[in-house]
Nanobody
């Protein structure tokens, strides 16, 4: 199995920045290294559906973003540390949500859909005050 643990959330004023971290672990990595997984970040605000935020391929060579965060958020990964990051800049109150990281062992191109991902973390709360 794969365990994903997010951290780095918190309360920040509009215009501020945060860095979210997702640490991956599990016995699965002995057979299927973390570097083989594509990774994604999603978020869910109260009363809303979970929505795609960002995706990074296994090598980190390609990244994809939701239009709402393009130019403000940046996803990166460190395969040596089994870790993926989400850098949140120029935060807005509408970015307030629980942020989840997810692992995709068999990337099929539908990176912006939750069903593409097999493993999920428990989430970290980001609150942006106006």
């Amino acid at each position: 199995q794969v365990q994903l643990v997010e951290s780095g959330g918190g309360l920040v004023q509009a215009g501020g920045s945060l860095r979210l971290t997702c640490a991956a672990s599990g016995r699965t990595f002995s057979r299927y290294p973390f570097s083989r997984y594509a990774m994604g970040w999603f978020r869910q605000a109260p009363g809303k559906e979970r929505e795609f935020v960002a995706h990074i391929t296994w090598s980190g060579g390609s990244t994809y973003y939701a239009d709402s965060v393009k130019g403000r958020f940046s996803i990166s990964r460190d395969n040596a540390k089994n870790t993926v990051y989400l850098h949140l800049n120029s935060l807005k109150p509408e970015d307030t949500a629980v942020y989840y990281c997810a692992a995709d062992p068999n990337p099929g191109g539908n990176y912006d859909y939750t069903y593409e991902y097999d493993y999920w973390g428990q989430g970290t709360q980001v609150t942006v005050s106006s």
